[in-house]
């Protein structure tokens, strides 16, 4: 029920920051971040929801690039580079750069 809420949050955060509603898209984005959050506190070896917190990390930085928030951005992609290479390590393969 979780991933059904945390699916219609992100999709939301995406269809605002497609009209131009950016601080909206990013406090939608950050109750998506809270909810996987939530899943990854029940079932930390949910493989799905590591996924989508790292995701989640990418609109979030795409959002912060349309608000010019050239900063902010960076730190979101770098944390979402981090989560999906310690993924690649959890299944036990490396990424390009390892």
């Known amino acids: 029920m979780l991933r059904a809420l945390l699916i219609s949050q992100d999709t939301l955060a995406r269809l ?3 009209k131009g509603e950016r601080d909206d898209a990013l406090e939608l984005c ?3 971040l ?7 506190a029940a079932d930390p070896t949910n493989m799905q929801a590591r ?6 990390h990418v609109l979030a930085g ?3 690039v349309g608000k ?6 960076l730190r979101y992609h770098q ?3 981090t989560l999906n290479k310690a993924q690649l390590r959890r299944l036990g393969l490396r990424s390009n750069d390892e």
Request: charged letters at 15%; a neutral charge; aromatic letters at 0%.
């Open 68 to 73: 010019g928030d050239a900063s902010g951005a």
């Open 30 to 32: 950050g109750q998506s």
């Open 16 to 18: 605002l920051q497609k």
């Open 62 to 64: 795409n959002i912060l």
């Open 79 to 81: 944390q979402a580079l």
């Open 51 to 56: 996924q989508d917190l790292a995701s989640g």
């Open 34 to 40: 809270n909810t996987v959050r939530a899943i990854l």
